[in-house]
Structures are given as C-alpha cells and as structure tokens.
C-alpha cells in the first residue's frame, strides 16, 4: 500500500443536504402546514429565517445580488417570489419556500476509528427547508475547519454524513461511520451524541418496524419533528427517502491543486475513505473515463502558469466538490470569489437537484403505497383508492408546473453542472417512469369511470324497456275511446293482456333489430346519402342478418 498524500487543506467547507420524507399531518392536530409545528413549538429550537432582501436597499448585500442574478427568471420566483416574503402564508408571488434555523450547535467534534485526536469544526448552518405543497423537507448542515490533512479532509466528507450505520465489524466498531459525533453548545458543552456503536437499536428497529433507525445525534438536530416509527406523539414525523448516506458538498483550498493525484481527485469526487496516493478507489476498467464523465475541468489546467487560478470541479452525484488554490483570492474570498459561489449559487443548484429527486420519490413512495392499499374486493377500498390517485395525479402537476425545470441559469458553468449533476442523480428517468406510471393510474381510471357509466346506461335501459311496456299498456286502457270502466273484470283483463302481449313482442323484436335500425337512422341523417341508399338501409332493417 501506498503512502497517503501529505498535502495540508488550507480551508474547508462541507454543506451536507438530507431529503427526507414528510409524512401526511394527522386530522385534528390543528396544524396547516408542516413548520407550523415549529413556529408553535414553546422551546422555539428552530427560527424562521427572514427573507435575505431588507427594506433599505443600502443593506443589500453584493453576494445576495450576485446568487439572484445566477438564476433564470422562473428560478428566481421559485427561489425568492416576486417579493421573497417568508412572513405569511405562502400565496401566489410568494416564494414556496420557508426556511428556518437553530442557533444552539457551534461546533462539532468527530472522532476517527484508529485515530486518538478528535478532529473539532465549526458548524456554520444548521437549516430546515420546507416546500409548501410537496411533503419533503432538506435538512442543511454546513461546517467548516481549517489547516487539515488532506486525508482527514476525505474521511470527514466520507464518514460525516452518515445517518446510520452499514454495518458492525466483529469488534463492534460501526462500518463507514466516525466513531462519535458530538454536537457542541457555545459553552463547548455537549448537547447530543452519536450513538453509530448501540447495535442492539439499529437491529430491533428494522426486526420490529422494517425501517432503519437514525443516530441520536441527527434525531436531535431534527426535533422536535419525530422519526416515524418512534412510538412518541407528534404530529409532524419523518422517514428517510434514500439510503443512509447523505448527499454532499465540499469546498476545499490547498496550496497547489496540482499537487493531488489522480487517485486523490477520484476519492474526493466518490467521496471515498481516504488512501494511497496512487491507488484508485475503483478497479482502473471502470474509471477509465473518469475524467469525462465526473471533471468539470473549464477552469483547471496543470499545465498553465501565469497565475491561473486552477479551479477543478467534482461531481458523481452523490457529492460535489470545488477545489482550488489557497492563495488566490478569486477562489477564497468569501464576498465576490469562488467560495462565495460555491455557498450560494452552487448550493441551490445542488438544492434544486436533490429537491426534484426527492419531490419525485416521495410521490413515487407514495403511489406505490396506495396501489397496495388496494382491494379489489371492497367498495369502499375501491373508491379511496381513485381519491388517493387523483390527490396524487394532483400534486403531480403542481410539482411539474411549479417546481420542476430542466433549465436553471445561462451562465454556462451553472448550466453545464446542473446537467452534469442531475445525470448523475438520474431525475429525468426517475421523472419519466413517474409520468409514465401515473399516466397508467389515470388511463385505469378513464377506463373504469367508462365502464361504469356504460353499466349505469345499461340499467337504465333495461328499466325503460320494461317501464316502457307498463307504459304503453296503461296507456291504452286511460285514453277514454272506449268505455273499458263498464266491462268486466274479465273483459278487462282480457284487453289487458291483449295490449301487453303485442306490446312486448313488438318491444323485444326492435331490440332484436336495433342495430341494424340504428344503421337505418345514421343513414337518414347523413345528408349526403341518396334516398336510394336511405331506403335500401331501410330494407336492410327487415333481414335476416348472417353470422
């Protein structure tokens, strides 16, 4: 094996993005929407953010400018609304979009297996996304260190983000997961910790409710809302939508991003554990190209001095990574470089990508869970099966016309990344089996709604045969030509029956001839028929028609 790189991380950001599935609010629990819940919670964890454009233009910041102009019209009305309020009830103009923010987690302390010293970051951003009419909230966790080793760097973006452990090696140490994580306070104290190692947990919860549990330390970050196979009430609950590991961004600045082999680069953008310098993650067949399918190199060139700014972009999907040059400022400055872009711009993209896919398998999820509340042998399952697909068919075309887009910026890189990242992610497929499977939903229920409303005329046709008889009969004896009141009970039943009988004959030999009658009458009414084909169709009428 060979030896790591030795190549110190000058600066380093990681913004981990979690979709995660809301599940329906409970009927009475008073609430409207999902962050209701939070609004309303007396600990007030979690605080709305106000909208990022103040009243006085003068305390408009440039990087706030500078991400809304990133964006597409249609984009930005998404992102921010015509006017970005998130102080009512979101409405039309409105961005759909509420966020809101604890303030109580500074820090972060990790601790490797293998590795005595704790590694301690700053913890930037802790958000909660909401998207108003779609049951997904993005959990957002930003944190941040300084002068590490490039390796430590890979084992935090591959360990971090880990929401439950793969598995357990024989000594009870928790696969792919840090050791511990623990969430500081201000006062360095600690308010939760990870508990990766409790295996009995992990098992009991997926053998009792074939659902993964979660690390107590995410579970905290997300009260007061409630995982939803906890047994504890709360009328906010959520589960996961993907696997245990959560999608993720890094932002890196080292001396010389020349300096990184092609071994590095490959575990930097598979977010990989951390090895040697010239081993690649992957068997060399199946990253031969590598550099096509997940460099993003417009603005890396090793080969080029003159102080440009080598700038090489990552991207597989499951994680995105930015690295440039320490010393340059158009890659470091917070305010107008490309760290300033890469926690604005770059996130939403990579918001706006996770959220689609989220969006589309929360929906997905959800059809499939009404198809196998289906039973066909039950009216009532029946008629709650066609009102949970036409909510579902519903909410569909929302998110279609209000969320979803192919196009985000015209800024190139933004353009080429957001199609470079939703290849990876596999939206579009993911986007045309739903469509495709809806379709399917809605063709079944065009179909049933016709078959019954043939079966409805069928009913009603046999009933107006039959009136049809009483009809006639009873209205020959009440027309008052002849003088049937001073007949015989005899006599009368006797014209009774002498009208019923013929009455339906007759009735039964019109159906009998009914279609070929109908072909009579569609022939009389077609004007550019000749009265020789009327009556040779009329004459058609009284045939015996041959099988």
């Known amino acids: 094996m060979t030896e790591m790189s030795d190549i110190a991380v000058r600066d380093f950001r990681q913004i981990l993005i979690w979709p995660l599935q809301l599940m329906p609010l409970p009927q009475g629990c008073g609430l409207l929407n999902h962050w209701d819940y939070l609004d309303r919670d007396p600990n007030r964890t979690w605080v709305e953010l106000d909208d990022e454009f103040p009243e006085r233009p003068e305390d408009f910041q440039e990087r706030h400018y500078r991400e809304f102009a990133a964006f597409l019209p249609h984009v930005q009305r998404f992102l921010y609304g015509e006017r970005a309020s998130r102080t009512g009830r979101t409405t039309y103009g409105e961005s759909p979009i509420r966020i809101f923010r604890r303030a109580d987690v500074k820090k972060a302390r ?4 293998g590795q005595a010293a704790a590694t301690e970051v700053d913890v930037v951003h802790t958000d909660l996304y909401f998207f108003f009419d779609v049951d997904v909230a993005i959990l957002v966790v930003e944190i941040a260190a300084r002068d590490i080793h490039l390796s430590r ?4 973006i591959y360990r971090f983000g880990r929401a439950y452990p793969a598995g357990w090696s024989e000594s009870g140490a928790a696969l792919n997961c840090p050791e511990s994580v623990e969430w500081l306070g201000a006062d360095g104290a600690v308010l939760a910790a990870s508990d990766y190692q409790a295996r009995t947990k992990y098992l009991a919860s997926v053998c009792k409710d074939q659902a993964s549990a979660i690390s107590f330390h995410w579970e905290y970050l997300l009260a007061p809302m409630m995982l939803n196979q906890r047994a504890q009430v709360a009328p906010v609950r959520y589960r996961q939508l993907e696997f245990h590991r959560m999608p993720t961004m890094a932002w890196l600045a080292v001396d010389d991003p020349r300096a990184l082999t092609r071994a590095d680069f490959m575990r930097l953008a598979f977010a990989s554990a951390p090895g040697g310098a010239t081993e ?3 068997a060399p067949g199946f990253l031969a190209d590598f550099e096509q399918r997940y460099c993003y190199d417009r603005f890396y060139d090793p080969l080029r001095g003159d102080g440009w700014t080598n700038t090489r972009v990552l991207c597989s999907g499951q994680s995105f990574v930015a690295i440039g040059p320490a010393g340059h400022a158009l890659f470091i ?7 300033s872009q890469f926690r604005h711009q770059y996130f939403l993209l990579g918001l706006i990508a996770h959220f689609h896919r989220a969006a589309i398998l929360m929906l997905s999820d959800r059809l499939v869970a009404t198809v196998s509340r289906l039973d066909i042998e039950s009216n009532a399952s029946v008629s709650q099966f ?23 910026s015209d800024q190139l890189p933004m353009r080429d990344l957001f199609r470079m ?27 049933d709604l016709l078959r ?20 006639v009969t009873t209205g020959f004896l009440g027309m008052n030509l002849f003088s049937h009141a001073d007949m015989s009970a005899i006599d009368r039943t006797l014209i009774f029956f002498a009208v019923l009988i013929p009455t339906t004959l007759l009735l039964l030999y019109t159906v009998m001839v009914s279609r070929r009658f109908a072909e009579f009458l569609d022939a009389l009414a077609d004007e550019g028929a000749s ?11 009284w045939r015996r028609s041959r099988r």
């Open 110 to 113: 990790l601790r490797f297996h």
């Open 153 to 156: 760097a890979q084992e935090i």
């Open 280 to 282: 690649t993650p992957y």
């Open 333 to 339: 400055d917070p305010e107008r470089g490309f760290l």
């Open 386 to 408: 066609r009102h949970d697909i036409r909510l579902t068919l519903e909410t569909f075309l929302r998110f279609t016309h209000r969320y979803y887009f192919s196009e985000v």
């Open 421 to 447: 990242w939703v290849g990876h992610l596999g939206t579009d497929r993911l986007f045309a089996e739903l469509r495709d499977e809806l379709g399917d939903m809605s063709s079944y229920l065009e179909t």
């Open 452 to 471: 019954r409303q043939a079966k409805t005329i069928l009913t009603l046709t046999i009933t107006t045969l039959l009136s049809l008889i009483g009809t």
């Open 531 to 541: 009265w020789r084909e009327r009556w040779s169709a009329f004459a058609t009428v």
